[in-house]
């Protein structure tokens, strides 16, 4: 079964709406994909966001050093198990050839689980232990914790030099990666603290934003508190609490 690919183009923000960088990447038409051919098992976990609410207030009460790192073409990373054909990029086709993969691509059914199996290995040798029972993306090691979501992932510590050890270790262990400067933003939300009262906000304008100019309706009247006041009525035909 020999799969298409397809370039994507994409224009990766900031989370309020900023252009950070824009990308290109050969993908695999995953759709196209057979069961117990071309992929097998396919669920990965993805991070509690109540875990990463309960992170953000301990790291403001007690203080804790923060880094947020994004692995650079993070699925490519991850073996493939399987034998998946993919025809070759528009641009570098070769009459008669196709790919065999090694790695896993973007598209994939499985490339989500294999870099998550593979970035867990990685952490491990690191020195992580993950914490399945309590959250399969928490992990946590003798000097840091660690939350992962996909190919984001956020270092704690009391110190900042061992959030660098954790990450030079990782790169030593062949993880390509780039480290933001702070934790201001993570999946898409905008994260603003506030160090006299200890508070810290979360907004997510830029997808507010896009919300409004896909639906045409930024020309509407302002309201800063759209839902309504009036109490909920009862639902007299619903089931009994």
């Given at each position: 079964n020999v799969l298409s690919g397809t370039w994507a183009f994409k224009c990766k923000g900031f989370p309020d709406g900023a252009v950070r960088k824009m990308k290109a990447r050969f993908c695999v038409q995953g759709d196209r994909q057979k069961k117990d051919v071309d992929y097998f098992k396919t669920f990965a976990p993805v991070i509690n966001w109540n875990t990463v609410q309960l992170m953000l207030i301990l790291s403001q009460l007690i203080g804790l050093a923060t880094k947020q790192v994004d692995y650079t073409a993070a699925f490519v990373h991850a073996p493939v198990d399987e034998d998946v054909y993919v025809e070759m990029p528009r641009g570098f086709a070769e009459h008669g050839q196709v790919l065999k993969l090694k790695r896993s691509l973007y598209g994939l059914k499985q490339s989500p689980r294999n870099f998550f199996l593979f970035l867990k290995s990685k952490l491990e040798e690191a020195g992580f232990t993950n914490q399945e029972e309590i959250d399969p993306?928490?992990?946590?090691?003798?000097?840091?914790?660690?939350?992962?979501?996909?190919?984001?992932?956020?270092f704690y510590s009391p110190k900042a030099e061992y959030v660098e050890e954790a990450i030079a270790k990782l790169k030593e262990l062949g993880m390509e990666l780039e480290v933001e400067d702070s934790v201001a933003g993570f999946l898409g939300v905008h994260i603003e603290r506030n160090e006299k009262d200890q508070s810290i906000k979360l907004t997510q304008s830029g997808l507010t934003k896009r919300i409004i100019e896909a639906l045409e309706v930024?020309?509407?009247?302002?309201?800063?508190?759209?839902?309504?006041?009036?109490p909920l009525t009862k639902d007299i035909s619903g089931d009994p609490p």
């Open positions: 993306c928490l992990f946590l090691s003798d000097k840091c914790i660690c939350l992962v979501y996909v190919d984001d992932t956020l930024s020309h509407h009247p302002i309201k800063h508190t759209p839902a309504g006041h009036e």
